[in-house]
Nanobody, 123 residues
Framework: QVQLVESGGGLVQAGGSLRLSCAAS????????MGWFRQAPGKEREFVAA???????LYADSVKGRFTISRDNAKNTVYLQILSLKPEDTAVYYC?????????????????WGQGTQVTVSS
């Protein structure tokens, strides 16, 4: 069993930045693919970014160049750095873990989820 706890969300002005963190329990964190998803009001949960064991990353086209996913296996933590925030980035951001070596954008491919952290961007 893996528990994921997100932090770092908040209210920011457009153009600002945030760094989200996701702390994971479990001794095998380093073997998981880790992902970030987001869900805006009235919309489906969508893929944002993912990172595999060796640090290979994958991003949604809508966030390329502004979002950076990284992981620190020694700290059992994955991060999402967000720059140049836009009002359309407003959503609940979820961390997810996938028991696989293959990165995927499909939310159904992730086995564990955090409770989410709210990011609100004002214009």
């Amino acid at each position: 069993q893996v528990q994921l706890v997100e932090s770092g969300g908040g209210l920011v002005q457009a153009g600002g930045s945030l760094r989200l963190s996701c702390a994971a329990s479990g001794r095998t964190f380093g073997s998981y693919v880790m992902g970030w998803f987001r869900q805006a009001p009235g919309k489906e949960r969508e893929f944002v970014a993912a990172i595999n064991l060796s640090g290979r990353t994958l991003y949604a086209d809508s966030v390329k160049g502004r979002f950076t996913i990284s992981r620190d296996n020694a700290k059992n933590t994955v991060y999402l750095q967000i720059l140049s925030l836009k009002p359309e980035d407003t959503a609940v951001y979820y961390c997810a873990a996938r028991v696989s070596v293959v990165v995927t954008t499909d939310r159904l491919g992730y086995d564990y989820w955090g409770q989410g952290t709210q990011v609100t961007v004002s214009s």
